[in-house]
């Protein structure tokens, strides 16, 4: 496209520059700290004040009432950006924040989260991305409605989209107001509050075209934050800048502290004390009498000491349990938590849209690839972050001295992420005296771990506010363009002018994240589940509608529908089952739910499809004409 | 569109499904077989100080996961090209 390139330039150039004015600022930040003593409450502000008022510029520069503009950013963003924006939407707090940090937890098993939320982008470039893109529709409700035709794929569309993205949603909300407390010290509801702002800025002025631009800003922050402090920590211990490729010896290292501790005889004696501990909490739990505050107190008492009581490796073991692969049903269920992650990947609305952006069928091939490589820059060093925080732990903390802590312990000690107990009372910091509440400290305390001044800190809130706010801009836009697109315009009044639907789309936006603040202000302990369930929904629900869709001409509204609807309840009924009623189909977890759903529905679809009329001639002809993309898409479905 | 044979759009069709097929055949192995399945096999292995199946599934498979979608997008744009369906042109 001769006439983009210049328009293109410029945008290079306008990022540029905006990496490097930032990259400036934060050092002058960084400055200002050495020299004048900056206090560490004012970096934060500065950086929260900074990074919300470029969000909201960007939103103000970019508004727009063109409903091309506003639903899919004119078509017209080249593939790099789209990949850029594509990653930051993608990348939530949860990514950025707690990843690294459930690594070093779970060890292997928790490589299914990055092997899934990775994996999903081949489906998607391959099944979906560029075929989307050549049908040209506005959001993927809209999609079903134009290919199966009526309005009962687009209603059971709109409710599958609603109901993933909304609590995805919840949880970047609740991310947004985790961050904002902690670092401003602000109250958390207000924190919410606060972070809403920075998204309704963009979404309700510029709706997609203002929400690319800002996800393409908030890339930049995030991983600029994100790599900073390890590659930091990288060049201390083995002067070489590329944590992703040193962290093996880490591994082996870790491995061997983990055995060395596990038959250390006092790290053996603090166990045991652990274990008095927790036997002692479950004996009292037996009492009937107790109050449901004092069981639940009991209860959380119980697990902390029973997790502090378990060696990190199995006696007589040559491996730490960190590194084990699991057998049998850990490994059945690894394997179907693969699977689910991988095929929501490439069914969560959000993401799908992005490809509706791109001008061409050849700019969304490439877009998948820009995009899978912005994410895995991040996800491919989560594995060496989890390596540095567990051997900076078992190094620099196992065997101080408990008056003579690391400077990043007394510093993060008061945020509650973790505590260090003296069990044994012996004045020495064994590895059972370490107590983790919350794995987020792995990412989160890096920067003092690493010895660096404060300012990179507050760069780290930056990008956690980055990845949530942008994530949250996509899923608020997708309701909202579901609800009022495809609810209201296509469903109840399909004569409704322009004006009017931008109207409700923005009435959406701000009721919707309204409601999404307020739900997050309760603190629901489900919503972290809820969060890994959406991806099965989403799995379960979109995935085989819009493959067969796309893929067989054969595929009509009957079976689209029926392979919807049984594809999400079943996968629901199973959530629901195995969450709370101890239902158990071959010991399957309930984050996997989704892979009895996804197959399910695909036969559904199948024989539902030849058990009743093929879909119009027209509509068999429009998905044969999405095989080649020079074809121009002109059925009315499609012409908006 | 109207320029394409049957013939071509035949070919042109079966080419993509060849390659998506490669490609998932290739996605599977990494990211089921060597990542999961095999991955207690590989650690055996150490290189550079990485159990390998450890290293398939932290690392490696999503270096292939990338590669792949980059060579996607390559080859079906340059037989897009090659089939004169360079919808960006028109």
């Known amino acids: 496209m001769a006439t983009q390139q210049p328009f293109r330039w410029s945008l290079g150039k306008i990022f540029g520059l905006y990496t490097v004015a930032f990259l400036g600022v934060t050092v002058l930040i960084g400055l200002a700290e050495q020299f004048l003593g900056l206090p560490n409450r004012w970096i934060g502000w500065l950086f929260m004040a900074l990074s919300l008022g470029i969000y909201i510029v960007i939103g103000v520069i970019t508004r727009t009432s063109d409903s091309d503009q506003y639903y899919v950013a004119g078509r017209g963003v080249p593939a790099l950006y789209n990949g850029m924006a594509t990653g930051s939407d993608w990348m939530s707090a949860a990514s950025f924040i707690s990843m690294a940090g459930a690594l070093s937890v779970q060890g292997f098993s928790g490589l299914a989260y990055v092997m899934g939320w990775t994996g999903g982008y081949v489906l998607l470039a391959v099944f979906l991305g560029p075929y989307l893109r050549q049908f040209g529709a506005y959001t993927i409700p809209d999609f079903l409605g134009g ?21 995805y949603l919840i949880a970047q909300v609740t991310g947004v107001g985790l961050i904002v407390s902690r670092f401003l010290g602000l109250n958390f509801n207000v924190g919410v509050f606060v972070g809403l702002v920075g998204v309704l800025f963009c979404s309700v002025l510029g709706g997609m075209r203002s929400v690319t631009w800002t996800q393409v800003a908030q890339y930049i922050i995030l991983i600029i934050s994100y790599l900073v402090p390890v590659v930091v920590l990288s060049w201390q211990l083995f002067t070489f800048p590329f944590p992703q490729f040193v962290y093996g010896q880490l591994l082996q290292r870790n491995s061997a502290a983990a055995i060395q501790v596990t038959n250390d005889p006092k790290e053996a004696a603090t166990r045991a004390l652990w274990k008095q501990e927790a036997d002692a909490a479950a004996a009292k739990l037996k009492d009937p009498a107790l ?14 000491a029973a997790a502090q009581a378990k060696p990190p490796a199995a006696p007589g073991a040559t491996v730490a349990n960190y590194l084990l692969v699991p057998k049998g049903i850990g490994m059945w269920n690894f394997l179907a938590l693969t699977f689910c992650l991988m095929v929501g990947t490439a069914g969560l609305p959000h993401i799908l849209t992005r490809y509706y952006t791109t001008p061409s069928v050849k700019e969304a091939r490439r877009s998948v690839a820009w995009g899978l490589f912005f994410i895995f820059l991040l996800y491919f060093t989560a594995p060496a972050y989890a390596a540095f925080a567990r051997f900076v732990v078992y190094t620099r903390l196992v065997g101080t001295h408990i008056a003579d802590l690391p400077r990043w ?20 910091v064994q590895l059972a005296d370490f107590v983790i509440k919350s794995s987020d400290f792995v990412v989160l305390a890096m920067p003092e771990i690493a010895g660096l001044p404060f300012v990179i800190t507050g760069l780290v809130m930056a990008g956690g506010l980055a990845a949530a706010l942008s994530t949250a801009d996509g899923l608020l836009l997708t309701i909202a363009n579901a609800i009022s697109h495809d609810l209201y315009y296509k469903i109840i009044d399909p004569k409704a002018p322009l004006i009017r639907r931008l109207t409700i789309t923005k009435i959406f936006l701000i009721v919707t994240a309204l409601i999404a603040a307020s739900v997050a202000t309760f603190r629901l302990a489900i919503i972290v589940e809820l969060v890994a369930w959406a991806f099965s929904l989403a799995a379960a629900s979109f995935f085989p509608a819009l493959v067969m869709g796309i893929w067989w001409k054969r595929a009509n509204r009957p079976g689209a529908v029926a392979g919807m609807v049984i594809g999400l309840a079943t996968t629901l009924l199973y959530m629901v089952g195995s969450r709370f009623y101890g239902m158990t189909w071959w010991g399957t977890a309930t984050v996997a739910s989704g892979v009895f759903g996804i197959p399910l529905g695909f036969v559904t679809i199948y024989v539902v499809s030849l058990l009743t009329a093929p879909p119009p001639e027209r509509v068999q002809e429009l998905v044969s004409s999405v095989r080649y993309p020079k074809a121009t898409v002109s059925s009315a479905e499609f012409a908006h | 569109m109207a320029e394409l044979t049957e013939t071509q759009k035949n070919e042109y069709w079966r080419y993509n499904i060849r390659l998506t097929v490669i490609l998932l055949v290739i996605w599977a192995l990494f990211g089921y077989v060597l990542g999961g399945l095999l991955a207690g096999e590989l650690n055996r292995v150490t290189v550079l100080g990485f159990p390998l199946g450890y290293y398939v599934a932290a690392q490696g498979s999503l270096a292939v996961f990338v590669i792949e979608i980059a060579v996607y997008a390559r080859l079906m744009n340059k037989k897009d090209h090659e089939f004169g369906l360079d919808e960006g042109a028109a």
């Open chain 1, 409 to 428: 312990v007394t510093l993060w000690k008061p945020a509650g992420l973790f505590d260090v107990v003296d069990k044994l009372g012996d004045g020495v």
């Open chain 1, 291 to 304: 109050s449901d505050a004092e069981r639940e107190k009991l209860s959380a008492q119980q697990k902390t």
């Open chain 1, 147 to 167: 290919r199966y035709g009526g309005t009962a794929p687009r209603l059971v569309g709109v409710l599958a989209a609603v109901l993933c993205s909304f609590t």
